[in-house]
């Protein structure tokens, strides 16, 4: 089991910057890609950004060169750093682990979710 505790939401003005922080407690295997989604209210939770342990990185287009992310492997941690930050950036974030289990289904883990407001 894993457990995502995520930190560093609140209300931001557009143009400002925001880092949000996730620590994972529990069995974090190599192979699992931590990550960020966010969920607008009254729409689908979508992806935003995905990291591995190697360091690679997966960021969705509205967000790329505003949003970086980062991973510590030894620390268990994932931070989504985000700058120029626009209205349509607010929604819940949602701190995610996904890995793949030995049958090759899917596993996801997720934490509470973290409120991002962007406004003036």
């Known amino acids: 089991q894993v457990q995502l505790v995520e930190s560093g939401g609140g209300l931001v003005q557009p143009g400002g910057s925001l880092r949000l922080s996730c620590a994972a407690s529990g069995n974090i295997f190599g192979d699992d890609v931590m990550g960020w989604y966010r969920q607008p209210a009254g729409k689908q939770r979508e992806l935003v950004a995905q990291?591995?342990?190697?360091?690679?990185?997966w960021i969705e287009s509205d967000v790329k060169g505003r949003f970086t992310i980062s991973r510590d492997n030894a620390r268990n941690t994932v931070s989504l750093q985000m700058y120029s930050l626009k209205p349509e950036d607010t929604a819940v974030y949602y701190c995610?682990?996904?890995?793949?289990?030995?049958?090759?289904?899917?596993?996801?883990?997720w934490g509470q979710g973290t409120q991002v407001t962007v406004s003036s």
């Open positions: 995610n682990v996904w890995r793949t289990a030995s049958d090759g289904s899917n596993i996801n883990y």
């Open positions: 990291i591995t342990s190697g360091g690679s990185t």
